[in-house]
């Protein structure tokens, strides 16, 4: 195993890779007010953003699911790696050689397996474009793409490359590199033959699948020679770093383009990809040798944000397959906020050949929203039945209304349910869309579902922070819930968000203040783990690396995510107060303090007369001193307020 990473070097890591730049390679963020910034999150399904990021203190959280942390947090959470993969990962993105605290410098060997699986990828990926572009045994494969309208640059861009036909050109080639027999075998690059590891793609065009942050992480490999008895396509396996549900051939050229425009075209192969990105349309991307599913979706929401006005365009074949692929798309369509299309290519082409034959132009036409999946699904459901009956109209109606009664939007819903009675050739249209409304109230009411009650459980949470005056924290947070309308939780909860992101505002005199200032239990585990992380005032020089102490000094789980949530979350001006200041930070430090106080002077009041009733009187006086004491202090903290902190 390598050794420990040296600190300074995670520090340095951490500073020069911004959160924001790491985490919208994964989702679309946007300004989310108070230099924050919002999108969905990608560790559990949601309708409205409730993920933000600050990139002023490098962390964040999800106000929805609790989860949060710093860079490196997410990069392990989000690829699930180890703590030293990670910091690993972006140390090589930032061109930082790290030290080791054993052993030295970290040899390749040591590192962990998914670096190392990623590197043989990437190394791979390099090598079969050097062969694509040198080796003459690939002018079967330069031919085949320029037959397809693709020229060198155009392979460059996409970084094609070519597999030579012997047993173990690869294998022998990164084996010279360091990487040992296992490795190769474990990333699906090599496969085990009689003697030993073999290539797995052998003679073949090889287009790398990369994930939604770019690291190459398997291939599609493409048959050339008759002599070859594979599949036309063969692709990586799954392997622990290939998932082909979880992967989209094209996600790390498309996703800026995806973001900024709103807008997906989904396409069935890696050529067509080529043809629809050369052609203008930088937002096509396809699935690697499966149907587009769920975990599909996930990746393309977190881009598309889930806005009114995003489109997604499915380009599937005019044949029966292609019919059928359409339609497990529209199977999941609901799980998108964005509207749905498809678009079928003139005499059933697919962009690729599309480009060949008519030109870039035709491809960028084809891209346009055309049919809505919806009508394309209720019109292959209508075509099946014979319409001139009554009882195949009746019977097209049954198949066909509970699709339109899953259609999320009310409005819309409606309208498709007039258009399906046109299409039966129904004469009553209210029955048609009375009929449909009935089936999606049953819907819910059967099982508490349907297109209402995640939008409503998103708007109860407000989609973000917990305001003043709301309801109770989500359902199963991992810390305490706690009620907001409380005024003594809710000021303890700004004191504490102003020790950690503005310790600079109430130090030194927060770190006087001591765990039973603060009554909700988990807001006294928060100030104990400032405490033992050297107390706010340790923030004031250097506030990322002080909040980063403060989540590594809770006990657990539970506390880790509180504080990163109140590191993130906005904090809450009172109304007339235009600022965070002084005189804001000085308001919520005499607040707590003197709520404190007066939670003394009850207890000593209750006290004394106790020993007044024994008849003690030294015991009395001391007592009655210590009353004093309280009293004149809460004067002094109402006439002078900070000043006498």
Not at 354 to 363: H, P, S
Not at 592 to 608: F, H, P, Q
Request: with cysteine.
């Amino acid at each position: 195993m390598a050794g420990r990473i040296n600190d300074e070097d995670v520090k340095a890591v951490r500073d020069a890779v911004p959160i924001d730049a790491v985490v919208s390679e994964y989702l679309q963020l946007r300004n989310a007010g108070g230099g924050n910034l919002k999108g969905l999150c990608p560790f559990h399904d949601e309708k409205s953003p409730s993920f933000q990021v600050s990139p002023s203190k490098g962390f964040f959280h999800c106000f929805g699911c609790q989860e949060g942390g710093d860079t490196l947090t997410f990069v392990m959470k989000i690829d699930h790696l180890s703590f030293s993969e990670a910091v690993e990962r972006l140390a090589a993105r930032a061109g930082i050689t790290l030290r080791y605290e054993e052993g030295g410098y970290n040899p390749a060997h040591q590192r962990g397996e998914r670096i190392r699986l990623v590197e043989a990828h990437r190394v791979a990926a390099d090598w079969y474009m050097e062969q694509l572009a040198t080796s003459p045994e690939a002018d079967t494969g330069r031919a085949f793409l320029a037959e397809r309208g693709f020229d060198q640059d155009a392979a460059r861009h996409f970084s094609v490359g070519y597999s030579p036909q012997g047993w173990d050109h690869l294998t022998r080639f990164l084996r010279g590199k360091g990487f040992t027999d296992k490795e190769l075998v474990l990333s699906g690059l090599s496969q085990e033959g009689r003697r030993g590891p073999i290539d797995r793609f052998r003679g073949r065009l090889m287009w790398p699948i990369r994930d939604i942050g770019g690291d190459v992480v398997g291939f599609g490999a493409r048959k050339l020679y008759e002599s070859d008895n594979g599949p036309k396509y063969l692709n990586t396996p799954e392997t622990a770093i290939y998932k082909k549900s979880q992967v989209l051939y094209g996600i790390d050229l498309a996703k800026k383009d995806i973001a900024k425009s709103s807008r997906a075209v989904v396409v069935e192969g890696y050529t067509d990809v080529m043809a629809c990105h050369l052609a203008g349309v930088t937002t096509a991307i396809a699935t690697c040798g499966t149907a587009f599913g769920g975990d599909h979706i996930k990746i393309l929401r977190r881009l598309l944000m889930d806005n009114g006005s995003a489109r997604v365009i499915f380009t599937f074949d005019g044949d029966a397959a292609g019919q059928k692929a359409a339609l497990r798309a529209f199977e999941d369509d609901q799980k998108f906020a964005a509207e749905t299309y498809i678009a079928v290519a003139p005499d059933g082409m697919d962009p690729c050949d599309l480009r060949l034959a008519k030109g870039d132009e035709a491809v960028a036409d084809l891209a346009e929203p055309r049919t809505p999946l919806f009508e394309f699904a209720l019109r292959h459901i209508v075509g099946r039945y014979d319409l001139d009956t009554p009882a195949g109209r009746a019977a097209a109606l049954d198949e066909a209304a509970p699709v339109v009664a899953r259609i999320k939007n009310s409005g819309a819903q409606h309208e498709v349910a007039v258009q399906l009675a046109g299409m039966l050739g129904i004469l009553d249209t209210q029955f048609v869309v009375k009929r449909v409304a009935q089936l999606a109230r049953w819907a819910r009411d059967r099982g508490g579902k349907g297109p209402a009650p995640d939008d409503r459980q998103q708007r109860g949470r407000g989609g973000g922070p917990q305001q003043y005056g709301s309801a109770p924290a989500p359902a199963s947070p991992r810390g305490p819930a706690l009620n907001l309308r409380n005024p003594v939780f809710a000021t303890e909860r700004e004191l504490l968000k102003l020790a950690l992101q503005r310790p600079e505002l109430v130090s030194p005199a927060f770190d006087a203040y001591g765990l039973d200032e603060f009554t909700a239990p988990v807001y006294a585990a928060v100030r104990q783990a400032i405490l033992d992380a050297g107390g706010a005032e340790s923030g004031v020089p250097d506030s990322q690396d002080y909040l980063v102490r403060v989540r590594e000094a809770a006990p657990d789980d539970t506390v880790r995510a509180m504080v990163t949530e109140l590191a993130v979350e906005a904090i809450m001006l009172h109304r007339g107060v235009k600022e965070v200041d002084e005189n804001y930070a000085g308001a919520q430090l005499v607040t707590v303090r003197r709520r404190a106080v007066e939670r003394r002077v009850r207890e000593i009041t209750g006290r004394l007369t106790r020993v007044a009733s024994q008849g003690d009187p030294a015991e009395l006086a001391s007592v009655q001193n210590e009353l004093w004491v309280l009293q004149q202090y809460d004067q002094a903290l109402r006439e002078h307020g900070a000043a006498a902190l």
